[in-house]
């Protein structure tokens, strides 16, 4: 029987990677070229997002799933991945007028539209955030599969740790550039069908074997230990990102993501009511936050603060998390239970 217990460091550390998140794409639509954001936030701290996403996912379900009982684990990870797929389905709709509107305002092909719809929504997203739950199921099958198979998890970390490396290779032109001309051939003949190695074979199994890993493992890492740890390689993560312009796929960001994961793990917690509400305003946060781009550019005119850095700031991130926190809040109240099927 897995022990009930809540975590708190987790709660928190999600709900800050989700609004780095935002705040990344948000800098990239809004911030000029030449902004130090586009590198601080842009491309350095929320590039842990993603793979700290991973990691408690995989933590989480691996937790609830034995090899020793492998129907009951198939059931526990079915489940879970019908609930992905439920939400990709829903949000793919709720982005669906969005899609639309840039179209609409694009070429108007509308067989090259469509076909390039069906592409991104099986290969990668229709929107930019939303490739995250694909790639998270992707990445839950494939994990449970080799494992359930009775492949032992250091061989999977090992297995996965290489997708992961060849996926960070091929991300970047720093590194892709420099492969021979037949191997960056081959490349191109991959992105133009498959779109992009982010997606859970070339970087979600490897964190979600991470979260494998923490599960069954069963050792707790000292707090402060950890957090060194953290300190030092997301240090090297801002190295990577300088020397190498890596702003998607970071080599470094695994180190990095697993001591951050030990460290908020580390923290003792007791169902505290605020950090509760941080867990699910960090889903509201990342699912939904590309609307208030668009809100504030619709409404821009009519915004009586100034277009600066800070101006864009406070007028989209301020309404976001408010209408994050009132999103949750509601899914608290008897009559409004449904919103949690929509996170």
């Given at each position: 029987?897995?022990?009930?217990?809540?975590?708190?460091?987790?709660?928190?550390?999600?709900?800050?990677?989700?609004?780095l998140?935002?705040?990344?794409?948000?800098?990239?639509?809004?911030?000029?070229?030449?902004?130090k954001?586009?590198?601080?936030?842009?491309?350095?701290?929320?590039?842990?997002?993603?793979?700290?996403?991973?990691?408690?996912?995989?933590?989480?379900?691996?937790?609830k799933?034995?090899?020793?009982?492998?129907?009951?684990?198939?059931?526990?990870?079915?489940?879970?991945?019908?609930?992905?797929?439920?939400?990709?389905?829903?949000?793919?709709?709720?982005?669906?007028?969005?899609?639309?509107?840039?179209?609409y305002?694009?070429?108007?092909?509308?067989?090259?539209?469509?076909?390039?719809?069906?592409?991104?929504?099986?290969?990668?997203?229709?929107?930019?955030?939303?490739?995250?739950l694909?790639?998270?199921?992707?990445?839950?099958?494939?994990?449970?599969?080799?494992?359930?198979?009775?492949?032992?998890?250091?061989?999977?970390?090992?297995?996965?740790?290489?997708?992961?490396?060849?996926?960070?290779?091929?991300?970047?032109?720093?590194?892709?550039?420099?492969?021979?001309?037949?191997?960056?051939?081959?490349?191109?003949?991959?992105?133009?069908?498959?779109?992009?190695?982010?997606?859970?074979?070339?970087?979600?199994?490897?964190?979600?074997?991470?979260?494998?890993?923490?599960?069954?493992?069963?050792?707790?890492?000292?707090?402060?230990?950890?957090?060194?740890?953290?300190?030092?390689?997301?240090?090297?993560m801002?190295?990577?990102?300088?020397?190498?312009?890596?702003?998607?796929m970071?080599?470094?960001?695994?180190?990095?993501?697993?001591?951050?994961?030990?460290?908020?793990?580390?923290?003792?917690?007791?169902?505290?009511?605020?950090?509760?509400?941080?867990?699910?305003?960090?889903?509201?946060?990342?699912?939904?936050?590309?609307?208030?781009?668009?809100?504030?550019?619709?409404?821009?005119?009519?915004?009586?603060?100034?277009?600066?850095?800070?101006?864009?700031?406070?007028?989209?991130?301020?309404?976001?998390?408010?209408?994050?926190?009132?999103?949750?809040?509601?899914?608290?109240?008897?009559?409004f239970?449904?919103?949690?099927?929509?996170v």
């Amino acid at each position: 029987m897995v022990e009930k217990r809540q975590y708190d460091g987790l709660d928190v550390v999600k709900a800050a990677m989700a609004i780095l998140i935002a705040a990344r794409h948000m800098i990239q639509v809004f911030y000029p070229a030449e902004s130090k954001w586009r590198i601080v936030v842009g491309a350095w701290l929320s590039n842990l997002g993603v793979p700290v996403f991973f990691i408690i996912a995989g933590f989480f379900l691996f937790r609830k799933t034995d090899r020793g009982r492998v129907k009951e684990g198939w059931e526990a990870v079915f489940r879970y991945c019908g609930r992905i797929l439920r939400l990709y389905l829903i949000w793919s709709l709720i982005y669906l007028p969005l899609d639309l509107y840039q179209w609409y305002h694009g070429n108007r092909d509308v067989a090259r539209g469509i076909l390039f719809y069906v592409q991104s929504f099986f290969f990668s997203s229709t929107t930019v955030q939303l490739w995250y739950l694909p790639a998270l199921l992707a990445a839950c099958l494939l994990v449970w599969f080799a494992y359930a198979k009775g492949v032992k998890v250091w061989q999977l970390l090992i297995a996965t740790g290489l997708l992961f490396i060849v996926g960070c290779i091929c991300d970047n032109w720093y590194f892709n550039q420099q492969l021979p001309m037949k191997l960056q051939d081959l490349l191109r003949l991959y992105g133009k069908y498959f779109l992009t190695v982010r997606n859970g074979v070339f970087y979600g199994s490897f964190f979600v074997c991470l979260g494998l890993w923490f599960a069954k493992s069963g050792r707790q890492m000292p707090f402060w230990p950890a957090a060194a740890g953290f300190m030092a390689f997301t240090a090297g993560m801002l190295v990577e990102v300088i020397r190498c312009s890596n702003t998607n796929m970071v080599f470094t960001s695994a180190p990095a993501a697993f001591f951050l994961f030990a460290a908020a793990s580390a923290v003792k917690g007791g169902r505290h009511g605020l950090c509760l509400r941080l867990r699910g305003m960090s889903q509201w946060i990342y699912l939904s936050h590309f609307y208030f781009f668009y809100l504030f550019s619709w409404t821009s005119r009519w915004n009586p603060l100034p277009h600066t850095k800070k101006g864009v700031t406070v007028s989209i991130m301020v309404p976001l998390l408010l209408f994050a926190w009132s999103m949750t809040w509601l899914a608290e109240r008897e009559g409004f239970r449904w919103l949690k099927k929509l996170v």
